[in-house]
């Protein structure tokens, strides 16, 4: 039966592994998860669609199109127009020294070659004065010189935040003679200081315009309408979205992020941690006191170390970010062993193609789903019908453990090699899963111990129990559709514009107002919005810092005092005797586009099947490998889950998308929403 409709609304998260779909459909949410197809993104996008029988739709979509563009090296050649004597800035940078003792580091290759720079004579002042005219024939004979050799061009002045008038002309001449070429000026896409940062997302817009345009494109030839999720979670429209690209570097985790949000507020949940673990990463984000922690700057294609994005080694993008630690633990994530004999894991992933060992896809490299099934822990079929061959991951493992047997006499001493190499493996990746964590709470001065933990992704409730293990944390919650909770968190997400303006001491009312008024422009261009919410906020510091603090914003009085509090909860100390500066103002303008609450799905049928329904009964017992050894452990599907079950473990949870490990001195209860719960 097709059920498609201009009108019906789809979700679709697109990952390294897999594509998830799901949607409302009459009295329940549908779902589709089929293996992302890297090569056309979108042909695996058509596929989830085909397979749940829905020929158009209203299409909600976090993406990784712009991200892999970046990755890969495989985007369009642009041209970089900026002022006489600035061309390099490029390359010069922060001179931040990724890895300070190395003395063969090398920075990421400049985006714009130098051939491909040109400065323009012409010259505002800090404060928006003009010092020297804009050079007109400069600007017409570099875009006639550059004209068949580049797909886009970005335009950044010294000084554009603050008046942009050079800009505006400079593409008014490359339009006239250029019409077709994608341009972006700096000052559109990022009204703030810092010359390198303020061209290096001016760069990584115009490289993704083409880019996004295509891809877009290619969808719109079957999809009626598409809007997308920006990194900040929220979405714009698919026009929109071409002539801002550079806001989706983080498009499916913001997703994420937004669905650990809404489920928090629905269960009253103060602190929560958000972990994610899918086929390629993990990642964590905070919830506090009902508020996501958001980031307004984020390097793609840098260099994570320890979770920690490595500063200087990728590309600065301005724009708000939910704030993530990530590191490279997924279920494809491949197991190796350095020169020394030491095992690892990461940060080399199998990702969707040839995938881990056991898809029997070619993948000849062991990976942590291999060692999952070795341990018995996982089924022998995953989401879409992809089987998995116990035999291959066998192989693959074993071909680690030669030399490698613990001491006779130890906790796990005999054990067959490939269990070994696996238990082994688990360990090392929730140690570093754990970091990540603790970075998003230990290192903010937060205590992991009152968080509860939601956990989702393909891989996330597989490996939760372990984490909590690490940290000491006690309470951690498996949501329905685990696997596909980031599609979740599309149809949970509202509309949102970000904006910026560099501040001017006395006139942060006048600017506020002229936000506003563009805000609301902004966003009333996308729909007919009933609920429309406006957040003022500054970016301050103490006058002489390189840094500041984003503090919500009433007025320029309240607003530093305010700043002088949060300071001090932070850093332990306040500079009472230096001045406060406001740096920018900033503004979030969202719309709320939900009609009900799809969290409550399903909620009053089986609360009422569940008074009559027995205890559930496992559809098997399986041995499966613990820290604690090969245990006999009962498989219950969740489906058969009711509200108000109580089970102790050792146990295993099995679903469509993702299987929960319940190790013994862990209990697994169903909320009245049909959570899982797992306790310590």
Not at 235 to 247: C, D, E, G, L, R
Not at 249 to 261: D, H, L, Q, R, T
Not at 459 to 471: F, N
Request: hydrophobic share 40%; proline share 5%.
């Amino acid at each position: 039966m097709v059920v498609g409709s201009a009108q019906l609304v789809v979700a679709v998260d697109v990952g390294g592994t897999f594509t998830d779909l799901i949607f409302w459909e009459g009295t329940g949410l549908k779902t589709v998860k089929v293996p992302t197809t890297p090569a056309a993104v979108e042909e695996g996008i058509l596929r989830a669609l085909e397979l749940a029988g829905v020929s158009d739709c209203h299409l909600l979509h976090a993406t990784t199109v712009a991200t892999n563009a970046i990755l890969t090296g495989n985007y369009p050649r642009v041209a970089l127009l900026t002022t006489k004597g600035f061309r390099d800035v490029l390359e010069i940078g922060r001179q931040n020294r990724p890895e300070m003792y190395n003395l063969w580091f090398k920075k990421p290759p400049v985006l714009v070659p130098r051939e491909r720079r040109v400065g323009i004579r012409e010259r505002m002042s800090n404060t928006g004065e003009e010092l020297a005219p804009l050079d007109e024939l400069a600007v017409r004979q570099a875009a006639e010189a550059l004209a068949g050799e580049v797909e886009g061009f970005a335009i950044s002045f010294l000084n554009s935040h603050v008046n942009p008038a050079h800009e505006l002309r400079a593409r008014e001449i490359v339009a006239g003679l250029l019409p077709q070429q994608p341009l972006t000026l700096s000052s559109e896409v990022d009204r703030q200081g810092k010359e390198y940062e303020r061209t290096s997302t001016a760069v990584i817009n115009a490289i993704l315009k083409p880019v996004m345009a295509r891809y877009l494109a290619k969808l719109g030839k079957k999809i009626s309408k598409v809007d997308v999720m920006q990194s900040n979670g929220g979405f714009i429209t698919s026009a929109a979205a071409q002539s801002m690209p550079a806001a989706f570097i983080e498009s499916g985790p913001a997703a994420g992020a937004i669905a650990v949000k809404s489920l928090c507020d629905k269960l009253g949940i103060p602190r929560a941690i958000g972990f994610d673990m899918g086929g390629t990463t993990a990642k964590a984000s905070t919830v506090i006191d009902g508020k996501l922690s958001i980031t307004n700057e984020y390097e793609v294609g840098g260099r994570a170390s320890m979770g920690r994005m490595i500063r200087g080694s990728g590309y600065p993008v301005r724009f708000a970010f939910v704030d993530l630690a990530e590191v490279s633990s997924g279920g494809g994530t491949i197991i190796w062993r350095d020169r020394g004999g030491a095992l690892r894991v990461g940060p080399r992933s199998a990702e969707a193609v040839p995938g881990p060992a056991c898809y029997g896809k070619g993948g000849k490299e062991p990976t942590l789903t291999d060692a999952n099934l070795v341990l018995n822990r996982l089924p022998t079929q995953l989401a879409g019908g992809l089987k998995l061959v116990r035999a291959l991951a066998l192989e693959t493992l074993e071909s680690l453990a030669t030399g490698n047997k613990r001491e006779a006499g130890s906790a796990k001493g005999g054990l067959p090699g490939a269990v070994e190499v696996a238990l082994d493996a688990v360990s090392l990746a929730t140690e570093e899963m754990a970091r990540a964590i603790r970075i998003v709470t230990v290192e903010r001065g937060l205590d992991p111990t009152e968080f509860t933990i939601v956990a989702y992704g393909g891989a996330g409730p597989l490996h939760v129990a372990g984490i909590m293990d690490s940290l000491g944390i006690s309470k951690s919650i498996i949501p329905s559709y685990p696997g596909l909770f980031s599609a979740l968190g599309l149809l949970l997400a509202d509309y949102r514009h970000d904006f910026v303006l560099s501040s001017t001491p006395g006139k942060e009312h006048e600017l506020f107002a002229e936000l506003v008024s563009r805000g609301l422009d902004t966003i009333k261009k996308e729909g007919d919005f009933e609920d429309i919410t406006v957040t003022k906020l500054a970016d301050i510091r103490y006058k002489g810092q390189s840094f500041e603090l984003t503090v919500p914003y009433v007025d320029a009085d309240s607003v530093k005092a305010e700043f002088r509090r949060l300071y001090l909860e932070k850093y332990g100390y306040t500079i009472e005797s230096n001045p406060v500066e406001i740096v920018n103002l900033r503004l979030s303008v969202t719309a709320s586009r939900r009609t009900g609450d799809i969290l409550d799905v399903e909620k009053t049928g089986a609360l009422s099947a569940s008074l009559e329904a027995q205890k559930p009964h496992p559809i098997e017992v399986r041995r499966v490998w613990f820290e604690s050894g090969e245990l006999s452990a009962p498989i219950f599907e969740r489906k058969d889950l009711h509200a108000g079950v109580l089970l102790d473990g050792p146990l295993v949870v099995q679903s469509f998308d993702a299987t929960v490990l319940v190790p013994p001195n862990f209990t697994l209860s169903v909320d009245r929403m049909l959570n899982l719960v797992l306790t310590h």
